[in-house]
């Protein structure tokens, strides 16, 4: 089965957009969980997918273990992952996936119910300076350059951060000259770090660490949104301070906050499983921090309980993952503004979204790719096709192509021909 791809050009958006694409990055690079603009979406132009050109292997590598996921910056593709007893850094070349430079250090970790012991958490990219975060809760700065380790921290020794259930997974943040973390130690809950040194510039108030990734609220980056064990947290990014909390956790002991934050327009989307639902927010006042509002504007279950995945968004609509991952998850688009289901496909399992434009690209933990339209009123599949084995890691996409990881491999599928590109 093949397809042919919608002519890909990157094009900086006018101040014109509507709030939702704020961030509005456009570019080759996906240098850090969930994306360039913190939502698991990229914004192109030209033809839509279809089924005249077969997706082509480009590549494909040999990998340890771990559900950390590629990040891609220029013409390089890294991934964190684990051999035995050391985790492992890895910088490909993204055309061809020969390894430009490795570097290792020893990994004691080990999952306390028999799951993987591999990195959880995504690595951040910026300014040549890749940042990683052990499920031990070691920190490293690595240069993206030759692979030299710039600086380490160890989370737990320093602030107690708590292993949780499956160890640390939150990634990194990366805005300007800071790196942010959920560390939940006993005596704080968010940090910032020099993004040069590691030296800490401010933690915040005690919150619980949780699953969930941090992302940034506005093109500003001035404020920071979290995902903790309590619920909803808005921090100045600049001093840590609390701007806006707002309780929403599973009375289940045994739960997780795992999917992100998700930012729509004037607005912020959790969900979690374990009796939890989804929840919506308004924003209101002025970007000044002292007249910014939050006010809770719906709360459901049922609808789209995420589990581990985060949604992405498109023209009114939220498509997602629903349900426990163990108990057989759904795929579902939902209407945000009166949040009726439109459509759901039971049949799938749990799985990532990446939305292109005004189309998804599905990997589900099966190891099966899937294109569908984000505009139609069903489910639309343009491709399936199976590319990998059983996974769970989130994927990639950059300059028309995907990278995936499952147990044992990395591969590079090349959805975008040149012919293609040159139309």
């Known amino acids: 089965m093949g397809l042919r791809v919608r002519l890909i050009k990157f094009a900086f958006l006018s101040a014109g957009l509507t709030a939702m694409l704020q961030f509005c990055a456009v570019g080759n690079d996906w240098p850090n969980w969930l994306g360039p603009n913190y939502n698991g979406t990229i914004e192109v132009l030209g033809k839509k997918f279809d089924q005249d050109k077969k997706i082509e292997l480009s590549w494909t590598k040999a990998v340890g273990v771990g559900w950390s996921a590629p990040i891609v910056y220029y013409n390089k593709v890294f991934l964190h992952d684990r051999v035995d007893n050391e985790e492992n850094l890895t910088a490909f070349d993204k055309n061809t996936g020969e390894r430009i430079w490795h570097v290792s250090f020893q990994s004691t970790f ?122 909803l947290v808005l921090a100045d990014a600049e001093t840590g301070k609390e701007v806006f909390h707002d309780d929403f956790r599973s009375p289940i002991n045994a739960s997780v906050n795992a999917a992100s934050p998700l930012v729509i327009g004037d607005g912020i989307f959790l969900s979690s499983c374990y009796d939890v639902g989804a929840r919506f927010w308004k924003l209101s006042g002025s970007q000044n921090l002292k007249t910014l509002k939050v006010k809770k504007e719906w709360q ?28 057989g998850a759904e795929l579902r688009c939902i ?56 996974c769970r890691a989130h994927f990639a996409y950059s300059d028309g192509k995907v990278f995936a990881r499952d147990k044992r491999r990395l591969i590079c599928l090349d959805l975008f021909s040149k012919a293609s590109l040159d139309k």
């Not at 997602?320 to 108990?327: A, D, K, T």
């Not at 599905?362 to 590319?387: H, K, W, Y």
């Open 110 to 231: 080990r999952d306390d119910f028999g799951m993987e012991n591999g990195p959880r958490s995504t690595p951040a990219l910026s300014k040549d300076i890749i940042i990683t975060h052990s499920p031990s809760g070691f920190v490293h700065a690595i240069s993206a350059k030759n692979g030299k380790v710039l600086w380490t921290r160890d989370l737990d020794a320093d602030y107690a951060s708590p292993k949780g259930f499956f160890g640390r997974c939150s990634s990194p943040l990366i805005l300007g000259e800071r790196v942010f973390f959920d560390v939940g130690g006993k005596d704080v809950g968010l940090i910032a770090m020099s993004l040069h040194t590691g030296e800490t510039i401010w933690t915040s108030k005690a919150y619980t660490n949780d699953y969930a990734s941090l992302v940034p609220l506005r093109d500003e980056k001035d404020i920071i949104i979290a995902f903790m064990r309590e619920g």
């Open 300 to 327: 459901k279950h049922g609808i789209l309980d995420c589990h581990f995945s985060t949604p992405v968004y498109h023209g009114g609509n939220l498509f997602g993952f629903h349900g426990r991952q163990e108990r």
């Open 335 to 390: 209407k945000l503004s009166d949040q009726k289901i439109l459509w759901n496909v039971p049949s799938l399992g749990a799985g990532h979204l990446i939305r292109v434009g005004e189309e998804v690209i599905c990997l589900t933990e099966r190891g099966e790719l899937i294109v569908f339209s984000a505009q139609s009123s069903a489910f639309n599949p343009i491709l399936r096709e199976q590319v990998l084995g059983p």
